[in-house]
């Protein structure tokens, strides 16, 4: 089986762990051939790229910038990444028949290349759903359902749906969320493949607390909560000022923020005066890991406007690694219902801040607690969250033969 995957992520290895590399490099052990396209940014300055491993082609597209770059080069690198895609494909490939295409969200621009692929080589078509766009847009207010913006954009998210042979959807919400919105969808279409990973916790084991908490000027003795990822709009700014502002709160603790966003820079010129609350710009990876493995809890983030079920692919390393969960979101997402039935966390609503003190300080006096929960994590890991299974999973759907 020839198969084609479609990505705005940064690709470059299937050495390199995420949930996309991890995917492919699973699926090319099931496959003759795997094709990847992928953006190689303008900030890079490079040229286009192949780069062969094993059975495996990863192909970055020199384009534009089009993520963390403003409104109008994304808008414009989201419009023009289908035709230089189609190109490469044209140019390079246009000899391979692909049995299947798959594709992620963002982007939903993509339908007017997987219909001419699909007529062309009678593939099937796989869509992994992992961001409900525009409606995302419109709970942040970044334009209304009025607009020709989010018709234009509506339009394009209902072709790809209709589309796709088979959509697979980040949690039970997800898939609920898009039937009810969706009415001309059939359920048969539709499973869950999750945020799924390898796990690596193995290559975690041998970091010293003492030394990487040092590195950064942090208390080892200290417990320890982290958030790693992007601090933009969806991710809620006022819930997270609220959660710095009230962290004093919290019994013998600091609050560890580490990535970048749009709201990354506010964030840290927020936080200058608050002790015990640490944000550090991108790290290195292995000093990121090291933090992650060395810290206590694990913190997610969403935005109390949204309606739609976002489900944050950060919680899968806090699963894999054995850390507890708090997670501060909206109603509307059930990855925190999720956490509490595996009783490896708490859910927090973004607007009781108060609720998250109190479980916050009944975590850090209670080691015992803290371990149970962080030893269900692994279970809830090993269930849901392992790629193979996944992989699986979706490979037996397709032909009818779905695991329960």
Do not use: W
Not at 129 to 158: C, G, W
Not at 220 to 242: A, H, M, R, W
Not at 295 to 316: A, E, H, K, W
Not at 344 to 358: H, W
């Amino acid at each position: 089986m020839n198969v084609l995957f479609l990505t705005v992520g940064n690709f470059q290895s299937i050495h390199n762990q995420g949930i996309y590399q991890d995917f492919v490099k699973e699926l090319s052990k099931k496959c003759k051939l795997v094709l990847v396209l992928s953006p190689l940014q303008r900030r890079e300055n490079k040229k286009t790229q192949i780069i062969r491993e094993g059975n495996v082609i990863i192909v970055r597209i020199k384009m534009l910038n089009i993520t963390k770059t403003n409104k109008i080069e994304k808008g414009f690198s989201t419009l023009l990444i289908e035709t230089l895609y189609y190109r490469i494909i044209k140019r390079y490939f246009n000899d391979i028949k692909f049995d299947m295409i798959v594709y992620s969200t963002p982007p939903i621009t993509f339908s007017k290349l997987i219909q001419k692929l699909k007529e062309k080589n009678n593939s099937k078509t796989y869509l992994m759903l992992k961001d409900i766009f525009p409606q995302n847009a419109v709970d942040l207010k970044m334009f209304k359902h009025t607009s020709l913006i989010y018709k234009y954009f509506r339009k394009k998210e209902v072709k790809t749906y209709k589309i796709s042979d088979y959509i697979g959807v980040m949690s039970p919400k997800n898939k609920q969320y898009i039937l009810q919105h969706n009415p001309m969808l059939q359920k048969e279409k539709i499973h869950i493949f999750r945020n799924a990973t390898y796990d690596t916790s193995n290559n975690f084991k041998n970091n010293d607390r003492n030394l990487i908490f040092k590195k950064y000027n942090l208390d080892s003795d200290k417990v320890t909560f982290i958030y790693g990822g992007n601090v933009g709009l969806p991710q809620g700014i006022e819930s997270i000022k609220n959660v710095i502002t009230r962290f004093n709160e919290i019994n013998n603790s600091q609050l560890i923020i580490v990535g970048s966003g749009t709201k990354f820079q506010e964030i840290q010129e927020f936080s200058r005066n608050f002790k015990d609350v640490f944000i550090l710009n991108q790290l290195p990876k292995k000093d990121y890991d090291s933090l992650l493995i060395c810290s206590d809890i694990g913190l997610i983030f969403l935005d109390r406007r949204f309606t739609i079920p976002n489900y944050p692919s950060r919680l899968t390393s806090y699963l894999m690694l054995g850390k507890p969960v708090i997670s501060v979101t909206d109603s509307n997402t059930d990855i925190s219902t999720e956490v509490e039935k595996y009783n490896c966390g708490f859910k927090v609503t973004n607007n009781d801040i108060s609720n998250f003190v109190e479980v916050s300080n009944e975590m850090a006096k209670n080691s015992q607690l803290r371990k149970k929960m962080g030893e269900n994590a692994k279970l809830m890991f090993d269930k849901l969250f392992k790629i193979e299974n996944n992989v699986e999973n979706m490979l037996s759907f397709i032909n009818g033969k779905e695991i329960k």
